[in-house]
């Protein structure tokens, strides 16, 4: 049984919700039809409940240095009013404890938004390294909740919540927000569709009633399950499936650090150690060429019967109509449009190894 639940729990039980579990947490995986609600994303506009994702504040006289120490991207000159996403927290050896965006919420106050999976582990790994800084490491995640509005008519509904939000520039912020409906801690543009939208933050009742107010004004509501195929359309990695402590993110081919950063940050000399040596692995992107199921996280990818590479994450493209995924081959083979076959249960599909993102991006 999951130990946590979305404290919007009882609206998605009223509008008819499958419910599962998800990362510890009692989430809704769709309302019926997940291919529906994804392509409902790319064509109108659906709200999803992102209440699961991780919150954790830091604030104090050495946030700065400390955040900026603690993840890969160079938060020095981010302003208040400005996130940055994605960037990441690496360890020693330049692999993933998690990937994060860092809200600049005021002068040395931030907050790093996590997976759901990785709750505990990020607040201890900030934790055990807060002892030289004057910090204070707070998690928010279960006195708060979490919605994003996406999709092309997404930014006329958000602007009839909080003024000029359709304005904003890809990822900049508002902190606070007065709202009919109550203060909004943070709504910012963005979101994990590659499509227009918001996300919004703040206490469980008041993103309760703004949850209500779009599923009454035209956005339809969306689980997880299609939130999935909107990331894996898009290419994004998720952290568990195509990512963990032992990929960097030079294998994974996820830009989550600033090249020319100066200052220090856990992981930097083990992550440019792997941009010299090189990697025996690659993150690649894979399109189907005919109908074949779905392969599951493992499945092995094989080139004249030799084992390659492994998929991490698959789905099946409304957009497209067919099957495509992720996962990782040798380097070696690691050449967009040629031809491989996944493993699936003792049969072999073909497939052709792709770049990433497969539906193009809209956001803007």
């Avoid at 909107?230 to 195509?242: K, N, P, V």
Wanted: a neutral charge; hydrophobic letters at 40%; aromatic letters at 10%.
């Amino acid at each position: 049984m999951p130990k946590l639940s979305t404290p919007l729990l009882d609206i998605h039980e009223e509008k008819g919700a499958s419910l599962g579990e998800f990362a510890n947490w009692k989430m809704p995986i769709d309302y019926g039809d997940m291919l529906r609600e994804a392509l409902a994303t790319r064509s109108k506009m659906t709200v999803f409940d992102i209440s699961h994702l991780t919150r954790i504040i830091v604030e104090g006289e050495d946030s700065e240095k400390f955040v900026n120490w603690m993840v890969a991207r160079n938060i020095a000159k981010l302003a208040p009013g400005w996130m940055i996403a994605p960037t990441a927290m690496l360890n020693e050896n330049a692999g993933f404890v998690d990937d994060v965006a860092v809200y600049c919420l005021e002068n040395r106050k931030y907050m790093i938004v996590g997976n759901a999976i990785n709750k505990e582990k990020d607040f201890e790994w900030l934790s055990a390294h807060s002892s030289e800084f004057n910090v204070k490491i707070r998690d928010i995640t279960e006195e708060t909740a979490m919605i994003a509005l996406q999709g092309p008519k997404s930014p006329s509904l958000a602007a009839e919540i909080v003024s000029g939000i359709e304005n904003l520039a890809p990822l900049q912020i508002l902190t606070p927000v007065k709202s009919d409906f109550g203060e909004i801690l943070v709504a910012s543009k963005s979101g994990w569709t590659g499509e227009p939208g918001f996300e919004f933050i703040g206490s469980p009742e008041t993103i309760g009633k703004l949850l209500r107010h779009f599923l009454d004004n035209g956005a339809a509501p969306a689980g997880l399950g299609a939130r999935d195929i909107l990331r894996i359309e898009m290419g994004f990695c998720l952290y568990g499936e195509d990512i963990d402590d032992n990929v960097t993110p030079i294998e994974a081919r996820y830009w989550v650090f600033s090249w020319k950063k100066k200052e220090e940050y856990i992981g930097k000399d083990a992550l440019h150690r792997k941009i010299v040596e090189g990697v025996d692995l690659i993150r690649v992107g894979f399109e189907a060429k005919a109908r074949m199921p779905i392969p599951r996280h493992g499945a092995k990818i094989r080139v004249d019967g030799r084992e390659i590479g492994y998929v991490t994450s698959s789905t099946f493209s409304p957009m497209l109509k067919r099957v495509v995924g992720m996962g990782y081959v040798k380097a070696s083979h690691a050449i967009f449009n040629v031809r491989v076959n996944v493993d699936v249960r003792g049969r072999l599909y073909q497939v052709a190894l792709k770049d990433f993102p497969f539906v193009k991006p809209r956001i803007g």
